[in-house]
């Protein structure tokens, strides 16, 4: 591709779904002056996989339902005791192997950690599908545990031998309820949310 990149225009408006753009054919050093134009901002959020940089910008429900799942996780580990880092849309990256993507959450649990090499949780919602592997990416990055919110519901994918499989409960955050979890996420009063989930703990 060209040396000279310039990243897309987001759509102009409340968004009702996620805008991607794909670009082929793209390079590890192309996306690293991507990575480079578009700084430290957490959007739009830059994924690359196979020579495919995937630039996406969210729609107001992604980060609405995003919002609001790291919220109630932070509740619960509060809740219970848990030490926990928030990192955010850290970008994770393996220049070896090529492959980078930017979660839409993600958890460190050792805090004692100045500088984490990969977080222990990552959280994505699928509000509109883009093209990207994302757990191909994470597992080239080590993440022990991704989960994926899509249409109502979390499904939990543990790193196994180098590849995830699904699972029918958290490692990462033993015992929490996630369809419990699940049924406060499309809330659009996060502070609402918050009260009746901290309600339905029972706390």
């Given at each position: 591709?060209?040396?000279?990149v310039r990243?897309?225009?987001p759509?102009?408006?409340?968004?009702q779904?996620?805008h991607?753009?794909h670009?082929?054919?793209v390079s590890w050093e192309?996306?690293?002056?991507?990575?480079?134009?578009?700084?430290?901002?957490?959007a739009?959020?830059i994924?690359?996989?196979?020579?495919?940089l995937?630039?996406?910008?969210?729609?107001?429900?992604?980060e609405?339902?995003k919002?609001n799942?790291?919220?109630l996780?932070?509740?619960?580990?509060?809740?219970r005791g848990?030490d926990y880092?928030?990192?955010?849309?850290?970008?994770l990256?393996?220049?070896?192997?090529?492959k980078?993507?930017?979660?839409d959450?993600?958890?460190?649990?050792?805090?004692?950690?100045d500088?984490?090499?990969?977080?222990d949780?990552v959280?994505?919602?699928?509000?509109?599908h883009?093209?990207?592997?994302?757990?191909?990416?994470?597992?080239?990055?080590g993440?022990p545990?991704?989960?994926?919110?899509?249409?109502?519901?979390i499904?939990?994918?543990?790193?196994r031998d180098?590849e995830y499989?699904?699972?029918p409960?958290?490692?990462?955050?033993?015992?929490i309820d996630l369809?419990?979890?699940?049924s406060f996420?499309?809330?659009?009063?996060?502070s609402?949310?918050?009260r009746e989930?901290?309600a339905?703990?029972?706390?």
């Amino acid at each position: 591709m060209s040396a000279v990149v310039r990243l897309p225009e987001p759509p102009s408006g409340p968004a009702q779904e996620d805008h991607f753009v794909h670009l082929r054919g793209v390079s590890w050093e192309d996306y690293e002056r991507v990575l480079a134009m578009r700084g430290d901002e957490s959007a739009p959020r830059i994924a690359y996989l196979d020579g495919v940089l995937e630039i996406m910008s969210p729609s107001v429900h992604h980060e609405s339902v995003k919002s609001n799942m790291g919220c109630l996780v932070e509740m619960w580990m509060e809740e219970r005791g848990l030490d926990y880092r928030k990192l955010g849309s850290w970008t994770l990256e393996n220049a070896a192997a090529k492959k980078a993507a930017e979660p839409d959450e993600c958890y460190a649990f050792d805090v004692t950690s100045d500088a984490p090499t990969r977080p222990d949780l990552v959280i994505e919602v699928v509000w509109t599908h883009g093209e990207t592997d994302k757990l191909a990416v994470y597992a080239a990055v080590g993440v022990p545990e991704v989960w994926y919110w899509e249409k109502g519901a979390i499904r939990v994918h543990v790193l196994r031998d180098g590849e995830y499989v699904e699972s029918p409960h958290s490692e990462a955050l033993e015992g929490i309820d996630l369809p419990l979890l699940a049924s406060f996420l499309d809330r659009a009063n996060t502070s609402a949310a918050k009260r009746e989930y901290r309600a339905a703990l029972g706390r």
